[in-house]
């Protein structure tokens, strides 16, 4: 890649990261009677983080993603995810936490929740696999390496999820990168959001 080609591809992407966060919203009224298990949550981030993924996606609102998980605790999310650590030896990783966490502010200023089309019995099985990789600590993938599944950035989780029960929730969609130390191509959050078998109910 030639030197003034590479200053024009970062210089948006610096841009956003010097750029002062959002405004801070409050915690959303969330519809938990119409919550599911296996549900999509995007969020737009307040990070210096997500102001760069934004920047990597042409008119989408959403940084992050996870899945929706009942237990005991409540609902929460499962979600790969970097610089949120809980505890001073926690490291970035595929963690599940309460969903009010997770549309928290400081953390979101947007957010949507998306019903899944895939069966009960599909949904108990990709669960179960969600619910294994937080008990093995699965690293969140810093190289944004979508065919290497060792370690998981949000997106991947999503898609290796399921991909894992025969469905391509990103349906071959890749957005393109071409910066330095990042691969050509990345599953970003829109590349889901535009499955339209996602069904919307829920924006804040």
């Known amino acids: 890649m030639r030197p003034l080609r590479v200053i024009y591809t970062l210089l ?75 505890h001073p030896t926690d490291f970035d990783r595929v963690k599940i936490e309460k969903i009010e966490r997770f549309f928290a502010p400081g ?25 294994q990789l937080v008990k093995d600590s699965i690293r969140f993938d810093a190289s944004f390496n979508s065919d290497d599944h060792k370690k998981l950035y949000c997106t991947e989780l999503i898609y290796f999820l399921y991909k894992n029960v025969g469905e391509d929730i990103t349906e071959g969609r890749r957005t393109p990168v071409g910066i330095l130390c990042f691969p050509d191509e990345i599953i970003f959050p829109c590349d889901i959001y535009e499955n339209k078998k996602l069904k919307s109910y829920y924006k804040f």
């Open 12 to 86: 948006p992407f610096l841009l956003l990261a010097c750029a002062p966060t959002a405004p801070q919203r409050g915690v959303p009224q969330i519809p938990y009677d119409s919550l599911r298990t296996g549900d999509i949550v995007f969020r737009r981030g307040c990070s210096y983080t997500s102001h760069i993924v934004l920047a990597g996606q042409a008119n989408h609102n959403y940084s992050h993603i996870g899945l929706v998980q009942h237990n005991d605790s409540g609902w929460c999310v499962i979600h790969s995810v970097n610089d949120e650590h809980d």
């Open 107 to 131: 953390r979101a200023t947007n957010g949507e929740i998306m019903h899944t089309w895939l069966n009960d019995s599909t949904v108990a099985k990709m669960s179960q696999q969600a619910i």
